[in-house]
């Protein structure tokens, strides 16, 4: 039996596979396409020229887990080029005038290559044999002590049995595709639901050319086009670093349902605008098209029907649970705490399971209260197991928030709903901590005690940290998703001072928190120097 079943092979499933690898134990990478990548595909136009038809672009002032594993992995990257006149096309019937302003990129970078030089890059030292192409996820089943998954392939069912299984492609698609036996709960599935799939229902041009004319002209090669009759909405330089080998690329402005009715001529379409942009010389160039909307294994049904709303870059909280007692992961960009939806996103999804499972693997045979680790002994296993049970503390905790603000919301309470529910749930937990640490065994003899303080309280208080920041994104992240919560701006989008005043009612609580366990760790040190009994 498998250790761990990935499936989905786009960048957060190859991401977390490669460092599977690493670490050792058994797994397998399933991908419904014959094709790694996800998202990310990269074309060659006749000149050699890479074109990326999904992803282009990181930032690595905002994007460090990318820009990280690209520095690790050796890849080369380019600046995107931003230099020249920017046009805008607000009639079709006018010229385009420039515009200016800062750059439009943002400081953007490219890999020399394409794309698709990071999926060849994470895959390249992963086994044939854990690599499983043409696999569609149709079924999955929790057997109490492990999972089951029912693969279609194109000529049978394949049945695999797995400890743990991690689905790591958009949410919407297990909608569409998979069913779940038992079915998830009710608040996991209105996350799923909810979380659109980025750039699903959009399509991609990148047109090959002889030479970069519009550079010749002083021009940037980006141009916005915003009246009625737009095909390409949003256009870019895409050449090569040095420039020698052009492109243009553009994102469509047409939705799904017009760039099917007008198949046949868009690309007449395509290239008139071009031209109309930027001159006759851009006329016929080499075309390279990709309508993500058309693909089943990227866009779902909800994607190519529901209109685009405000992208949240941190997804709903619901998406970052494990399911099944730890049997089942929700991965991909969508599920990611920073980024949702971006390569960045993908690679922030691909960490946080990683740590799970290393977690659950690396987790403390045997602790109990008052007992000892396998492994361990003493104040370090006592240590340990409070540290794994405070960690396990934060569904419950983001739980109970979900309780108390619904709570509210049915009590019709409106003011200071995140704040009151935030610190209740907190408070629980804290409460529950001390309960805890009563109960554990602790050899006192030789812990210091420095002005009143107990040497233990520094590994007391250390694995609240992430729990306690954890909750309070959480909460900020469900509020945005929330429609409940949509009739209270003050809720639905919290404001930093807000944010803050929650923060200073954590604080309050972590330091009463903090005096109860260390009243207790020096009321048991007090008890060991106690005579264990009378002689006479």
Request: hydrophobic residues 45%.
């Amino acid at each position: 039996m498998l250790e761990t079943a990935i499936v989905g092979g786009g960048l957060c499933g190859i991401t977390l596979a490669r460092s599977l690898q690493q670490r050792g134990g058994t797994f397998a990478l399933f991908e419904a396409r014959h094709r790694l990548g996800g998202r990310i595909m990269t074309a060659k136009s006749r000149s050699g020229l890479a074109l990326d038809l999904g992803p282009t672009w990181f930032w690595p002032e905002t994007q460090p887990l990318l820009t990280g594993l690209i520095a690790e992995l050796g890849l080369t990257d380019f600046a995107q080029h931003d230099d020249g006149t920017v046009l805008h096309l607000k009639e079709a019937d006018k010229a385009a005038e420039p515009i200016s302003g800062p750059p439009i990129h943002q400081g953007a970078r490219r890999l020399s290559g394409g794309m698709t030089k990071l999926v060849e890059a994470l895959s390249r030292d992963l086994p044939a044999s854990v690599i499983h192409l043409g696999h569609e996820l149709m079924r999955i089943v929790d057997c109490g002590t492990h999972v089951r998954l029912i693969f279609a392939t194109e000529t049978e069912s394949v049945a695999v049995e797995a400890k743990r299984a991690v689905l790591a492609l958009p949410p919407r698609l297990l909608i569409d595709h998979v069913g779940f036996y038992p079915a998830l709960d009710d608040a996991t599935f209105e996350a799923l639901r909810n979380a659109e799939t980025w750039m699903a229902a959009q399509a991609k041009i990148v047109i090959a050319y002889d030479q970069a004319h519009w550079r010749d002209k002083g021009q940037s090669g980006n141009a916005f086009v915003s009246h009625e009759q737009a095909v390409v909405g949003e256009i870019f330089d895409a050449c090569d670093e040095g420039g020698d080998r052009a492109a243009l690329g553009g994102f469509l402005a047409f939705p799904p349902d017009l760039r099917e009715a007008f198949n046949v001529g868009l690309p007449m379409l395509m290239d008139s605008q071009m031209v109309q942009l930027f001159g006759s010389a851009l006329e016929s160039g080499e075309q390279h098209y990709q309508d993500w909307a058309t693909e089943r294994f990227t866009c779902s049904a909800l994607d190519r029907t529901t209109p685009r709303g405000e992208h949240s870059e941190i997804a709903n909280p619901m998406l970052r649970r494990a399911l099944w007692e730890g049997r089942l992961h929700l991965g991909g960009a969508e599920t990611a705490s920073h980024a949702a939806g971006y390569l960045e996103g993908a690679v922030n999804a691909a960490r946080r399971i990683e740590r799970a499972l290393a977690r659950a693997a690396d987790a403390p045979v045997g602790v109990r209260p008052g007992g000892v680790g396998e492994g361990l002994s003493g104040n370090d296993a006592s240590l340990s197991w409070f540290a794994s049970w405070v960690a396990a503390q934060r569904d419950a905790a983001f739980d109970d928030y979900r309780q108390r603000l619904n709570r509210s919301l049915a009590t019709q309470q409106r003011e200071q709903l995140t704040q009151l529910a935030v610190l209740g749930a907190i408070e629980q937990v804290f409460a529950a901590a001390l309960q805890v640490l009563e109960a554990l065994s602790f050899d006192m003899r030789h812990v210091a005690i420095e002005r009143g303080r107990s040497g233990l309280m520094p590994e007391i208080q250390k694995p609240f940290r992430d729990v306690m920041q954890s909750l309070l994104d959480d909460a900020v992240a469900f509020n945005r998703t929330s429609c409940a919560l949509s009739n209270f701006p003050f809720e639905h989008k919290p404001p930093k001072d807000y944010v803050q005043t929650i923060l200073r009612d954590i604080a309050a609580a972590w330091q009463e928190f903090s005096l109860a366990a260390n009243r207790i760790l020096l009321a048991k040190a007090e008890a060991a120097r106690q005579p264990t009994g009378v002689s006479s």
